[in-house]
Nanobody, 125 residues
Framework: QVQPVESGGGLVQAGGSLRLSCAAS????????MGWFRQAPGKEREFVAA????????RYADSVKGRFTISRDNAKNTVYLQMNSLKPEDTAVYYC??????????????????WGQGTLVTVSS
């Protein structure tokens, strides 16, 4: 099974920015919706953002709307999450997700499954 490579996590001060990447090789996933989830210590995993197969549609959790931007480059088989104005409550392990069902948008969001191993984002106050 193809596993993506997630990168871009790290330690940043509140108000700072990070860009996460999720890149896959060996197979193209350009036909599928993708997204990001996160799990903070002691909390349940939660949806962060999703993007349709061609990048024409996006959706965000209310908690990140206006601060985070999801995008994709199908030529590079990569999805990104640009995170600005980070807050301590954004601290979490961020996971790349993939919709393998091929459902149309926005139904595809419901079928997103965690795909990557996660990358840790820590925001200090």
């Amino acid at each position: 099974q193809v596993q993506p490579v997630e990168s871009g996590g790290g330690l940043v001060q509140a108000g700072g920015s990070l860009r996460l990447s999720c890149a896959a090789s060996g197979r193209t996933f350009s036909s599928y919706a993708m997204g990001w989830f996160r799990q903070a210590p002691g909390k349940e995993r939660e949806f962060v953002a999703a993007i349709s197969w061609n990048g024409g549609n996006t959706r965000y959790a209310d908690s990140v709307k206006g601060r985070f931007t999801i995008s994709r480059d199908n030529a590079k088989n990569t999805v990104y999450l640009q995170m600005n104005s980070l807050k301590p409550e954004d601290t979490a392990v961020y996971y790349c997700a993939l919709d393998r069902s091929g459902m149309s948008w926005p139904n595809a969001i419901r079928y997103l499954e965690i795909w990557g191993q996660g990358t840790l984002v820590t925001v200090s106050s």
